[in-house]
């Protein structure tokens, strides 16, 4: 594990009601020596029928992840245009995106389940098994599935 910023004995940064946001964020600061601790709010992932665009900015954080084209390949599709199409199937609007509008990086059309089942993978495999810990959210407070109720002030 990388060192900690600033003091050695500084206690993990806590990260709670995580979703795809909180899952970036982990290694990301794992990658710059703050410890961390996921709490995921859901015991367990159900698929919603919700696709994610993610536009090449947030694509950089994945390959800054080493979570790259052909492990993205698996979750979704690139995007190469973005187009609008009027009722009888022409295009009244087409610009192209990604790579082919000049980024550094590909956009990606992904299922929510998928990404952030690739994430759940990820995290423990960066972090260690005892950084994600699956919990559920009871009003003011939290539980693991343990039954464990850490010192989480939740606003």
């Not at 990260?15 to 990658?31: E, K, W």
């Not at 992932?45 to 536009?55: F, R, Y």
């Not at 994430?119 to 495999?125: N, Q, R, S």
Request: proline content about 8%.
């Amino acid at each position: 594990m990388p060192q900690p910023l600033g003091n050695s004995s500084t206690q993990p940064l806590l990260i709670t009601v995580v979703g795809i946001g909180g899952m970036i964020l982990a290694p990301t600061l794992y990658r710059i020596g703050v410890p961390c601790v996921v709490y995921e709010s859901v015991a367990e992932l159900w698929p919603l029928g919700v696709g994610i665009n993610l536009q090449p900015n947030a694509v950089c954080e994945f390959y800054d992840l080493r979570l790259r084209d052909q492990v993205l390949h698996t979750i979704g599709v690139q995007a190469r245009t973005c187009s609008l199409a009027g009722r009888n199937d022409r295009n009244v609007y087409a610009e192209p995106h990604g790579l082919l509008a000049g980024w550094h990086w590909p956009q990606y059309a992904v299922y929510r389940e998928h990404l952030q089942t690739l994430l759940d993978c990820a995290v423990p495999e960066r972090l260690g098994s005892d950084a994600l810990i699956p919990c559920v959210a009871e009003s003011s407070t939290w539980k693991d599935t343990l039954g464990l109720r850490p010192n989480i002030p939740v606003f």
